[in-house]
């Protein structure tokens, strides 16, 4: 098992341009989430999905959207790159919402937006 | 939301002494806190968890307690080495297993 993986590692954006950050999970998860890293700051969660086809907004969720159309994968869409947005994006998932199901995370994507 | 605290955002200590790091949480129905730790460039791993009907939990050298009435939760690392440096998180949940998280604690063990 590869468990969650991320692309891109790394990638500087322009400000105003648009990406997808990818990630995939290969445990058969339900449970998918995008949290962001900013320096010497713990992680703020994006956005979370309970299933296929099921989306919620978590802490920080402006200027970001996401899709969950498979169990797999759960890309982060950004649509107009903003400085406040250079981050490091880390993507877990855990089999259940249940509290103490751990959660796995991804190696994170590192984002500059300049 | 939830609000969770941590202290001290540094500390070191000598190899083979003790380290301490507590995290006060907001919400009096969160009902689950792991601990994290990250090394440098590398993702978050889950060392060691405890959940509300639980006043401590150990794992070798490592045990946390939580304090429900005071709503403060501690992570204790004994018996330090090298390789435990790194930045420790802890975090706080209630549901959705949505995870609220401190600030971080960046631990430097000095051999």
């Known amino acids: 098992n590869a468990g969650v993986t991320q692309t891109p590692k790394f990638r500087i954006l322009k400000i105003g341009q648009s990406m997808t950050l990818q990630c995939t999970q290969d445990?058969?998860?339900?449970?998918m989430y995008w949290y962001r890293q900013d320096p010497g700051m713990g992680l703020k969660l994006i956005y979370y999905s309970v299933g296929a086809g099921i989306t919620d907004k978590g802490e920080v969720p402006n200027g970001y959207n996401v899709s969950r159309s498979t169990t797999e994968d759960f890309p982060l869409r950004l649509e107009l790159a903003a400085p406040s947005q250079t981050s490091v994006y880390f993507c877990a998932s855990s089999s259940t919402g249940l509290p103490g199901n751990e959660q796995f995370f991804g190696p994170g994507t590192r984002l500059t937006v300049l | 939301g939830e609000n969770v605290e941590q202290h001290p955002s540094t500390l070191s200590v000598q190899e083979g002494d003790s380290a301490v790091i507590k995290c006060t949480y907001s919400?009096?129905?969160?009902?689950?806190f792991p601990w994290y730790k990250q090394e440098l460039g590398k993702r978050p791993q889950l060392i060691i968890d405890?959940?509300?009907?639980?006043g401590e939990k150990k794992d070798q050298r490592i045990a946390v307690t939580l304090n429900k009435t005071a709503k403060h939760f501690s992570l204790h690392i004994t018996e330090t080495q090298p390789e435990d440096s790194a930045v420790y998180f802890c975090?706080?949940?209630?549901?959705?297993?949505?995870?609220?998280f401190g600030t971080g604690t960046r631990l430097t063990v000095i051999p």
């Open positions: 405890i959940r509300s009907n639980v």
């Open positions: 975090a706080a949940s209630k549901g959705a297993n949505n995870l609220f």
């Open positions: 919400d009096s129905a969160s009902n689950y």
């Open positions: 445990m058969n998860h339900n449970y």
